[in-house]
């Protein structure tokens, strides 16, 4: 049987930490802040406390877990999409009629790096205070030297970093990608450096990868990519449709 875990090695046991002049709330911490709303307690919920806005269906990366690599996931999708800034303001005039959304994540199939309005899309909700989070996750291929003071620019709050595999030879084999594993650590290595140097608070960098099964592969990942964020975690799986399903599976006959 194998246990899945979510494992976080080079981390304190603080909820908080500091960044430049500001507190911030350790991601991996989130759900243990005082302030988050007991669901039990709040229902019925006069509106979201969560959005997802999906900038972008398009992937540069074709997972072999993901849908984006069937053959005809684009034909499904009804074809490439890119969020335009008049459906985006939109969108957010939707969301600030409710008054209750906590937190507004920018991410879902495709990555968002590839929308060239990104940045300046969730600068727009910083500005108008549409949530008290702005949450990022991306695969970190597109986060190049040319937007680090875009992204710092921009309010974000958190950027999380997807990695798919603890050396190039598992990175390419999940991926389907010919970005190298170590483009993506200097691009990250870079906005970290960039945030620090020029006296911006955010974005808090969050690096993860799901877990593989593998003590050594894990090891591998975390002392790779340690320190080039402010939080380094392997994640463990989660289905698609339930997250609590398959916390703890069998996977001994599994290929």
């Known amino acids: 049987m194998l246990r899945y875990f979510v494992l976080r090695l080079f981390l304190t046991y603080e909820l908080f930490f500091q960044i430049g002049d500001s ?20 229902i019925p919920l006069k509106g979201p406390l969560t959005v997802h806005v999906e900038p972008t269906n398009i992937c ?3 997972c072999i877990f993901c849908p984006e690599s069937l053959s005809n996931f684009m ?11 008049a459906d985006f303001e939109n969108i957010l005039s939707q969301i600030d009629g409710f008054k209750t959304v906590k937190t507004l994540n920018f991410h879902m199939m495709g990555e968002p790096f590839l929308n060239r309005n990104i940045e300046s899309q969730v600068k727009r909700a910083s500005e108008l ?23 710092c620019e921009s309010g974000l709050h958190y950027l999380r970093v997807s990695i798919y595999g603890f050396d190039q030879a598992s990175h390419f ?23 620090d140097n020029n006296g911006f608070n955010f974005p808090h960098i ?3 990868m799901v877990d593989s099964h593998s003590e050594n592969d894990n090891c591998s990942f975390l ?10 975690a392997i994640e463990p799986l989660m289905n698609w449709n339930d997250p609590d399903e398959g916390l703890d599976l069998d996977l001994s006959a599994e290929e």
């Open 206 to 208: 969050y690096v993860k």
């Open 75 to 85: 034909e499904e999708q009804g074809g490439e999409n890119l969020l335009n800034i």
């Open 129 to 151: 205070k549409i949530a008290d989070k702005l949450i990022l996750t991306t695969n970190g291929s597109a986060v190049s030297k040319n937007r680090y003071r875009k992204i």
């Open 223 to 232: 002392q790779y990519f340690e320190g080039i964020g402010d939080e380094i």
């Open 23 to 42: 507190v911030v709330i350790k991601y991996s911490n989130l759900r243990d802040a005082n302030n988050r709303i007991q669901l039990a307690e709040a």
């Open 60 to 62: 540069n990366f074709r």
């Open 173 to 195: 084999k999940t991926t389907g990608s010919k970005v190298p594993l170590e483009r993506i650590r200097n691009n990250i290595v870079g906005l970290k450096k960039y945030r």
